[in-house]
């Protein structure tokens, strides 16, 4: 895995500050502390970073095709970079190392912008090709990999894998996007296309960029998720599931160096973990975060599953209020980020790269199979949209969802005040709510008025609709894994362990999320996914003969961190001296009063605004570093 940055001029020939693109692009050493390389022409400058994992000897970048006409720099894996090269080898081109990184240059020279279509594996790169003046800049089909671009005011595209590259640059626009504090406390994060600052952008996941002097920036999808012509039977769901996924693992086994697996006792990670077991000659690696309090300690089923398969087991144990990174993870991240499973996670990538520089996940099996409650619970919610009329609904549900009061301390069944809410919507609107860490009502409370009325009408909820335009299936799971794939998988999961993972120099690959097997997947019928209330039905079944059935059928618990405890303890005076710091007070965004209210509410136990106050939290250390 590597960082790539780059400058080029869109307007006119000139020079490249080839110090300042050195200085910048070391902002991001971290994902790539092996090797560096520059190139440079009166059109642009390319850098990267490398941290190396294939050829280690010869893979050095920028990388060029034979006759130094086509450059490359490229951050990523193509798993089918070996039957590629046997391909363009026989259309002529001729090969000087066993990178994958140098089957880019020759799939650009004969197939063009169409070449990211025939790669499979994580990845975002850019391109030059001298005689023909174009840049070309691609990311994979699920956003694996981030590439961030912006243009400064003397017509300078620059682009990099981190944010921290484009704010190091002194020309760059750094305007917060007014938008961004909506869309923030909504999700958790800033969704695609999408950053905290006005001017700067991510490339969209399945989009390329093709630029020449004087072009528009105007990114085009080569890929989506698209509906299944044909739904799988129970029968061709189970002939196929395991030998589909083992395939998607044996092809992320290829490294010159070692290499491991997450193994955190869920039914994800346990999956990969035995198949990889199934295809090594050697015991795997793996590596599982222990907690000392029992409610969020799942290690005992990690080391269930190493015993079984003999693996190389590697485990530490954290103190669940251990918060020592909280200000690391505001300078990982670069932008409002709000996931707390992002501290154990970036825990488990420091022990993981202490004995290997790649390892496997679980990631995406939840998406894919329909694991979260929500995806029950939006089903079930379906079903009485479906039987009862709009405005009945919204007659009936929308006062309930007012008046109801906002039981956390309550058992699940009675805390129906979202459940309430989201009846009184259309499915869209109603899963926007579902997911949302602070719901409309409470972001119109925490927010001033001045805010409120600049954003003009917008609702956070607009980037799901405007998904949800392309769906090409009316099956109401699909419906939402789709809107997860868009929003979530990318803008969540995959950004926190790109994050946590490069901040530790390591190699995280998912195979679960290899694009091949996920458009199978999206042809499971999506009542083997969720049957009888359980979520992966299908995919657990298929596990039975590898992983336990005290694994398989016990209740989720993911990384959850005591955050409400936090905030009433080792962390009240951190709480309230950065959320009612000046930055924020003075930002505009903020209902003051309301802040000192959640502060005040929850660590005197009148309510549980524990999510919702670490929103705040990560957001006012993000303002603190602007």
């Given at each position: 895995?590597?960082?790539?940055s780059?400058v080029?001029?869109?307007?006119?020939?000139g020079?490249i500050?080839?110090r300042?693109?050195?200085?910048v692009?070391r902002?991001?050493?971290?994902r790539?502390?092996?090797?560096?390389?520059?190139?440079?022409?009166?059109?642009?400058?390319?850098?990267h970073?490398?941290?190396?994992?294939?050829?280690?000897s010869?893979?050095?970048q920028?990388?060029?095709?034979?006759?130094?006409?086509?450059?490359?720099?490229?951050?990523?894996?193509?798993?089918?970079?070996l039957?590629?090269?046997a391909?363009?080898?026989?259309?002529?081109?001729q090969f000087?190392?066993?990178?994958?990184?140098?089957?880019i240059?020759?799939?650009?020279?004969?197939?063009?912008?169409?070449?990211?279509?025939?790669?499979r594996g994580?990845f975002?790169?850019?391109?030059?090709?001298?005689?023909?003046?174009?840049l070309?800049?691609?990311?994979?089909?699920l956003g694996?990999?981030?590439?961030?671009?912006?243009?400064?005011?003397?017509?300078?595209?620059?682009?990099?894998?981190?944010?921290?590259?484009?704010l190091?640059?002194?020309?760059?626009?750094?305007?917060?996007r007014?938008?961004?504090?909506?869309?923030?406390?909504?999700?958790?994060?800033?969704?695609e296309?999408?950053?905290?600052?006005?001017?700067?952008?991510?490339?969209?996941?399945?989009?390329h960029?093709?630029?020449?002097?004087?072009?528009?920036?105007?990114?085009?999808q080569?890929?989506?998720?698209c509906?299944p012509?044909?739904?799988?039977s129970?029968?061709?769901?189970?002939?196929?599931?395991?030998?589909?996924?083992?395939?998607?693992?044996?092809i992320?086994?290829?490294?010159?160096?070692?290499?491991?697996?997450?193994?955190?006792?869920?039914?994800?990670?346990?999956?990969?973990v035995s198949?990889?077991?199934?295809?090594?000659?050697?015991?795997v690696?793996?590596?599982?975060?222990?907690?000392?309090?029992?409610?969020?300690?799942e290690?005992?089923?990690?080391r269930?599953?190493a015993?079984?398969?003999?693996?190389e087991?590697?485990?530490?144990?954290?103190?669940?209020?251990?918060?020592s990174?909280?200000?690391?993870?505001?300078?990982?991240?670069?932008e409002?980020?709000a996931d707390?499973?992002?501290?154990?996670t970036f825990?488990?990538?420091?022990?993981a790269?202490?004995?290997?520089?790649?390892a496997?996940?679980?990631?995406?099996?939840?998406?894919?199979?329909?694991?979260?409650?929500r995806?029950?619970?939006?089903l079930?919610?379906?079903?009485v949209?479906?039987?009862?009329?709009?405005?009945?609904?919204?007659?009936v549900?929308?006062p309930?969802?007012?008046?109801?009061p906002k039981?956390?301390?309550?058992?699940?069944?009675?805390?129906?005040?979202?459940?309430?809410?989201?009846l009184?919507?259309?499915?869209?609107?109603?899963?926007?709510?579902?997911?949302?860490k602070?719901?409309?009502?409470e972001?119109q409370?925490l927010?001033?008025?001045?805010?409120?009325h600049?954003?003009?009408g917008?609702?956070?909820?607009?980037?799901?609709?405007?998904?949800?335009?392309?769906?090409?299936?009316?099956d109401?799971?699909?419906?939402?894994?789709?809107?997860?794939?868009?929003?979530?998988?990318?803008?969540d999961i995959?950004?926190?362990?790109?994050r946590?993972?490069?901040?530790n120099?390591?190699?995280?690959?998912?195979?679960m999320?290899?694009h091949?097997f996920?458009?199978w997947?999206y042809?499971?019928?999506s009542?083997?996914?969720?049957?009888?209330?359980?979520?992966?039905?299908?995919?657990?079944?298929?596990l039975e003969?590898?992983?336990?059935?005290?694994i398989?059928?016990?209740?989720?618990?993911g990384f959850?961190?005591p955050?409400?405890?936090?905030?009433?303890?080792?962390?009240?005076?951190?709480?309230?001296?950065?959320?009612?710091?000046?930055?924020?007070?003075?930002?505009?965004?903020f209902?003051?009063?309301?802040?000192?209210?959640?502060?005040?509410?929850?660590?005197?136990?009148?309510?549980?605004h524990?999510?919702?106050?670490?929103?705040?939290?990560?957001?006012s250390?993000?303002?603190a570093?602007?």
């Amino acid at each position: 895995m590597c960082g790539i940055s780059g400058v080029f001029n869109l307007c006119q020939p000139g020079r490249i500050d080839k110090r300042l693109l050195e200085r910048v692009n070391r902002l991001q050493s971290h994902r790539g502390p092996d090797d560096e390389g520059y190139f440079f022409d009166e059109h642009i400058g390319l850098a990267h970073r490398r941290l190396s994992i294939i050829d280690l000897s010869g893979g050095h970048q920028p990388l060029f095709n034979e006759d130094q006409s086509v450059v490359v720099v490229f951050n990523g894996e193509i798993y089918n970079y070996l039957e590629l090269a046997a391909e363009l080898a026989r259309l002529g081109h001729q090969f000087r190392t066993y990178s994958d990184t140098e089957v880019i240059v020759h799939a650009w020279e004969s197939w063009g912008e169409d070449c990211v279509k025939r790669f499979r594996g994580m990845f975002a790169f850019a391109v030059w090709d001298r005689n023909k003046k174009q840049l070309f800049l691609g990311r994979d089909r699920l956003g694996k990999k981030p590439l961030f671009y912006t243009v400064t005011a003397k017509g300078q595209f620059l682009f990099a894998s981190e944010l921290k590259v484009l704010l190091g640059h002194p020309e760059v626009d750094t305007t917060l996007r007014n938008e961004m504090a909506e869309e923030y406390f909504m999700y958790g994060y800033i969704p695609e296309p999408y950053s905290a600052y006005k001017h700067i952008f991510k490339l969209n996941p399945g989009h390329h960029l093709t630029l020449s002097p004087g072009s528009e920036i105007a990114p085009r999808q080569y890929w989506d998720l698209c509906a299944p012509d044909q739904v799988l039977s129970w029968e061709q769901t189970q002939e196929s599931l395991l030998d589909k996924l083992q395939e998607a693992v044996r092809i992320r086994l290829a490294a010159d160096v070692p290499l491991g697996a997450f193994l955190s006792g869920g039914v994800d990670s346990s999956a990969v973990v035995s198949l990889m077991a199934s295809l090594q000659n050697t015991p795997v690696h793996t590596c599982a975060i222990g907690f000392t309090e029992q409610a969020f300690d799942e290690s005992e089923y990690a080391r269930q599953i190493a015993n079984r398969y003999h693996t190389e087991h590697s485990q530490q144990i954290v103190d669940p209020n251990d918060i020592s990174l909280i200000d690391t993870l505001a300078d990982i991240y670069d932008e409002p980020y709000a996931d707390s499973s992002a501290l154990p996670t970036f825990r488990v990538c420091q022990l993981a790269s202490r004995s290997v520089k790649v390892a496997l996940s679980g990631d995406g099996g939840d998406e894919i199979f329909g694991g979260y409650r929500r995806h029950r619970l939006h089903l079930a919610e379906q079903r009485v949209r479906n039987a009862i009329p709009g405005p009945i609904r919204k007659s009936v549900f929308g006062p309930l969802g007012y008046l109801y009061p906002k039981a956390d301390w309550a058992p699940r069944p009675l805390r129906a005040k979202t459940t309430f809410q989201s009846l009184a919507m259309d499915a869209v609107e109603g899963y926007a709510n579902s997911i949302s860490k602070l719901r409309r009502g409470e972001r119109q409370s925490l927010f001033s008025d001045s805010y409120q009325h600049s954003l003009n009408g917008y609702d956070g909820s607009e980037i799901l609709k405007h998904h949800a335009r392309y769906f090409t299936t009316d099956d109401p799971l699909k419906q939402i894994q789709y809107l997860d794939m868009k929003t979530w998988l990318v803008g969540d999961i995959l950004t926190k362990v790109d994050r946590a993972s490069m901040a530790n120099s390591l190699e995280v690959r998912a195979p679960m999320l290899d694009h091949e097997f996920v458009e199978w997947a999206y042809s499971i019928n999506s009542k083997n996914n969720i049957r009888h209330r359980e979520g992966k039905y299908a995919f657990k079944r298929s596990l039975e003969n590898h992983v336990g059935h005290n694994i398989l059928y016990r209740p989720k618990m993911g990384f959850s961190m005591p955050i409400s405890t936090w905030f009433r303890t080792s962390l009240k005076d951190t709480l309230a001296r950065n959320v009612l710091s000046t930055n924020m007070c003075d930002s505009g965004f903020f209902d003051v009063d309301w802040l000192k209210k959640m502060i005040s509410d929850h660590q005197q136990g009148y309510r549980d605004h524990g999510e919702s106050l670490w929103c705040l939290l990560m957001f006012s250390l993000f303002m603190a570093r602007q």
